[in-house]
């Protein structure tokens, strides 16, 4: 962009452009990375909580359950036994983990198969899929948009903007337009036929194209998608909140109810004791 800058005499509209389109990119870097704050952080709290519940208070009962003396309800040594487990072997698990978290980071990031996969992943799963989908495609308008509004060949922009899609899917997408552009056909048809862009993209890129607005039309579809990515933070932000919490819920209290069964039915024999007498 700055070569075609300094050819076309327009260097101070180009670095101009790059700076606003370096600080949209990272505004809406933070806010999905301020959005997934949450999430994680409650993510976190529950594991450990987990493993606190499992290290050191479930053990405590089945000390308690063993002088009893009593049969125990088969959710309640599931429990027991899965807390057993993590503290007799709770370094092995972390290791397993570690293990299993390098190996999955190492298919998604080095070979093109688990990429693909992983990136196609990230498309499609609910609620975080939608704005994934969306910031890949305000990425790719907004880059391609800026590249071609100041004065890079479109074959070369296509090219480029390839490399910084960030997702596989899109950048398999951006080559099919790239060999329709260069056979001399329209950049709508492959966007249309990759199922990737929304009917109402590919129809105002059309419409750009037909116009001879292209550049102009791809930034107002950058710009409408930059909201779009707002609302949908804000929308994702509101949905994992309770989720969350309902995990977070769901878990402790499985565990409370197991442990406390037993006391139920001690409690209800207690009670059968007494009608009888």
């Known amino acids: 962009m700055v070569k075609a800058g300094e050819l076309g005499g327009v260097l101070e509209v180009v670095l101009k452009r790059l700076a606003e389109f370096s600080e949209k990119a990272q505004k809406i870097k933070g806010k999905v990375k301020a959005a997934m704050f949450y999430p994680v952080a409650v993510l976190i709290v529950a ?89 890949s495609i305000g990425r790719f308008t907004r880059t391609l948009g800026t590249l071609v509004s100041s004065g890079v060949p479109i074959l070369q922009a296509l090219t480029i903007v390839k490399e910084t899609a960030g997702n596989v899917i899109i950048a398999n997408a951006i080559v099919g337009v790239h060999e329709s552009v260069k056979e001399g056909e329209t950049i709508t048809a492959p966007l249309e036929a990759s199922g990737v862009f929304p009917p109402m993209v590919v129809s105002m890129v059309d419409v750009g194209e037909q116009t001879g607005a292209l550049p102009e039309m791809l930034l107002r579809i950058a710009d409408n998608y930059d909201e779009e990515v707002d609302n949908a933070v804000s929308a994702m932000t509101s949905l994992l909140e309770p989720i969350m919490i309902v995990f977070l819920a769901v878990i402790v209290g499985s565990i409370v109810i197991a442990m406390f069964l037993p006391l139920i039915v001690i409690i209800e024999g207690m009670t059968g004791d007494g009608g009888n007498r």
Request: a positive charge; hydrophobic letters at 55%; proline letters at 4%.
């Open 47 to 135: 594991v450990g909580i987990l493993i606190l519940l499992m290290v050191f208070v479930i053990p405590r009962f089945r000390d308690v359950f063993n002088g009893m003396n009593m049969t125990l309800p088969g959710f309640t040594l599931f429990v027991l036994d899965v807390s057993e487990m993590i503290k007799d072997h709770i370094l092995e698990t972390m290791g397993i983990v570690a293990v299993c978290t390098v190996i999955f980071l190492v298919i998604i990031n080095k070979t093109k198969l688990g990429r693909m996969i992983w990136d196609k992943f990230k498309l499609k799963v609910p609620v975080l899929g939608p704005v994934v989908s969306k910031v």
